[in-house]
Nanobody
Framework: QVQLVESGGRLVQPGGSLRLSCTASGRTFSNYAMGWFRQAPDKEREFVAAISYGGGRTLYADSVKGRFTISRDNAKNTVDLQMNSLKPEDTAVYYC??????????????????WGQGTQVTVSS
């Protein structure tokens, strides 16, 4: 009952930066904890980053910690993923996820049933 649309994916050189955006509609965005996941060919979808519905807590996968930053703007119904120092291993389709009234009390983001269509990020020289 919430629609999520990702944008911003493109080809970028190693060491470069990219900003992905996810726009939500259909439900009260501020009630959703939000997360970013990615999936490379022939691999399982993996967690990248998450942010609480109030924006006060964030979580990152070890592989991206220190390089990626997740943020949200509840007034605009958007969640962004700023990606810096990109590596070829960051190449994947990136998906936005929403968890209605989700919490991260255990230090882990549990994905909800709502996913976007994905946006392709390719890191290559």
């Amino acid at each position: 009952q919430v629609q999520l649309v990702e944008s911003g994916g493109r080809l970028v050189q190693p060491g470069g930066s990219l900003r992905l955006s996810c726009t939500a509609s259909g439900r009260t965005f501020s009630n959703y904890a939000m997360g970013w996941f990615r999936q490379a060919p022939d691999k399982e979808r993996e967690f990248v980053a998450a942010i609480s519905y109030g924006g006060g807590r964030t979580l990152y996968a070890d592989s991206v910690k220190g390089r990626f930053t997740i943020s949200r703007d509840n007034a605009k119904n958007t969640v962004d993923l700023q990606m810096n120092s990109l590596k070829p291993e960051d190449t994947a389709v990136y998906y936005c996820n929403g968890n209605h009234w989700g919490t991260m009390s255990s230090g882990r983001y549990l994905p909800g049933p709502d996913w976007g269509q994905g946006t392709q990020v390719t890191v290559s020289s």
